[in-house]
């Protein structure tokens, strides 16, 4: 005859419960990851954040000693080799608008591998306005949009 095993003796756990501890993990991940995904991207924005800040910083320097702005960032003495992920920046001079500008600064880069950029840009107005957006560019466009879903 068997040996009679009661609960207090019973070492380890049954499949259902291995099975049910690994589908809470799986709804756990399938929750946690996407905010994960999207918390990174947020935190790579700020590096286009802070570099299209400090190009505002310098032009207004440069404009202060040549009474102009530069469309170079080498002359306002920018260094983009720091950056990680806004690789391309770019900056227009006089833009006819509308409204008219007299130079925007736009940082742009992949932070997510789909096929839109995304991008900052500064625009100093002629009337002395300026505002500082986020958006993106869809893939085969050349154009900022602003109304971007992601």
């Not at 935190?43 to 505002?56: F, L, Y």
């Not at 080498?74 to 500008?101: E, M, R, V």
Request: hydrophobic share 40%; proline share 5%; net charge negative.
């Amino acid at each position: 005859m068997r040996p009679q095993i009661s609960a207090s003796d019973s070492k380890g756990f049954t499949l259902i419960e291995l099975m049910i501890v690994i589908a809470i993990i799986a709804i756990i991940a399938a929750i946690a990851i996407p905010m994960f995904l999207n918390f990174l991207k947020r935190a790579k924005a700020v590096e286009g954040e802070t570099a299209i800040t400090e190009i505002k910083r310098l032009e207004e320097h440069y404009y202060a000693d040549n009474l102009q702005y530069s469309n170079n960032i080498s002359t306002i003495g920018y260094d983009s080799s720091a950056l990680k992920y806004y690789t391309t920046i770019t900056i227009q001079l006089n833009g006819a608008g509308p409204p008219p500008f007299l130079y925007q600064a736009t940082a742009t880069a992949n932070l997510d591998a789909d096929p839109d950029l995304d991008a900052w840009v500064f625009t100093l107005y002629t009337d002395g306005t300026s505002d500082l957006q986020h958006g993106c560019i869809p893939d085969g466009a050349s154009a900022v949009q602003f109304d971007c879903t992601d």
